[in-house]
């Protein structure tokens, strides 16, 4: 088995997926702050969100997309500098225009486009600034490491660099590649970690195979670090299978298992170093997980809150607080 990170010069990049990234002005430094990905049809799809008590529209909206297309996913549309959180039904319904403009551009139902957003709180979505941009996004999509990159980049906010890793591995005379692109740097906890994550495969698998390694993925990788002992209202991890190798799960399970964590620990272990950098603390220690006998690298092993708290009137300032 193969694997890269950090670069795009080696990455395995799965067939049946493409992607693209404009700059809508959601960010005020011009930076690119919109993403697109596009699957094949007929692409599964398995997630996990955060299990903060406050959820921000695109997670709700997300869920309700994957079970009115039984997780089944033909787009990802992801912005940055704007986390659509604590904007009430008014971020529901943008949330949901962004998808259905999406959606007809590209001549598919609504519930096929999966959002996701991350940025500052509190403040609602800029769909006049994202709408217009949406037909230069769609026309740009390819399946090309550049585009990876350009994804990669559009995704982040504080972080201080892009963050993606790849595996294949051999199933008969056909290789299997793992693709995943997360963004985070702040506020991370067991559950998920504060981080937005995108995982493609070209094996062919059911939802339900997917949920099962997703899982199991998260709960060795995702669920086991900690730099500040805060969850995210946004943490979403998406794992898509384009089906484009004919090859079932089923069959190359504990190879596509073992490529799975190896590509999520990517992920994992450069946002802490990156994290931990940033907010000038030494470099995490590995110790035993809060609860349990596995290990995970820990700034603050003594915290052990799972949910974000907002109390009346102490809503974190929106200069300071990005997910």
Known sequence: MSASAGSTEYIHLPRGFSFSAVAAGIKASGRLDLALAEAAPGTTAAAMFTKNRVTAAPVEIGRKHLRATRAHVHVVIVNSGNANCATGKTGL??????CRETARLLGIE?????????GIIGVPLSVERIVPKLPELVAAREASGQAVAQFARAIMTTDT???????????GRKNISILG??????????QLATMLVYLFTDLAATPAELKQCLRAACDETFNCISVDGDTSTNDTVLLLA???HEIRLGTVRNKFQAALRQVAS???????????????????????????????WRTHPSE?????HWPAGSMPSRSRVRF
């Open 181 to 190: 692109l997360a963004k985070g740097s702040g506020m991370i906890h067991p």
């Open 242 to 244: 384009s089906g484009q």
């Open 266 to 296: 990517g992920a994992v272990h450069r946002p802490i170093i990156i994290s931990e950098k940033r907010l000038g603390r030494r470099r995490p220690k590995l110790g035993p997980y809060i609860g349990g006998n596995r290990s995970f």
């Open 110 to 118: 609504t519930e096929q486009i999966f959002p996701s957003s991350t």
């Open 304 to 308: 052990k809150s799972n949910h974000l």
């Open 93 to 98: 319904n943008r949330c949901v225009r962004v």
């Open 161 to 171: 660099r892009p963050k993606l890793a790849s595996a294949q591995f051999q199933a």
